[in-house]
């Protein structure tokens, strides 16, 4: 948990609104979805337009870090693992995925503890969406 305050009274903040809320979260969709489309283990499961998977995303980690519940109000609960079971994601893709997420988050400028929680969280994610083991 990332908090502010005193060593007797820490508060917790919202990390959506401390990593620079909408304007961060775009940048670092478009940052890290043109480093997917690059990476030649990643692009293939992608589609050729990112345009429908970029809001998604951005509906998504805005309300994962805190923000309006965009994702809940457009496409219901994330439910992320189910969502992802018909692609093949291995440990080596969740490796890909969180090291052009870091190169992103570089990108933006995010960093100190407020980059340390949100990776953290993504790594987490990110694990857990492996359904595949290596080829």
């Not at 508060?11 to 401390?18: C, F, Q």
């Not at 949100?118 to 790594?123: A, D, P, T, V, Y």
């Amino acid at each position: 948990m990332v908090t502010k305050g005193g060593s007797r009274l820490q508060t917790p903040i919202n990390i959506y609104e401390a990593a620079g809320g909408e304007n961060t979260f775009r940048r670092l969709i478009e940052h890290f979805y043109g480093y997917v489309a690059a990476h030649p283990d990643l692009s293939p499961l992608f589609p050729e337009d990112f345009s429908e998977i970029k809001a998604k995303q951005y509906a998504f980690l805005t309300q994962f870090f805190g923000g309006p519940p965009l994702y809940l109000q457009e496409y219901g609960q994330p439910m992320m693992r189910a969502r992802h079971l018909r692609f093949p994601v291995t440990p080596k893709r969740a490796k890909a995925w969180l090291s052009c997420m870091s190169r992103a988050m570089d990108d933006v400028g995010l960093e100190g503890q407020i980059r340390q929680f949100m990776f953290q969280r993504l790594n987490l994610t990110a694990n857990h969406m492996v359904n595949t083991e290596e080829e």
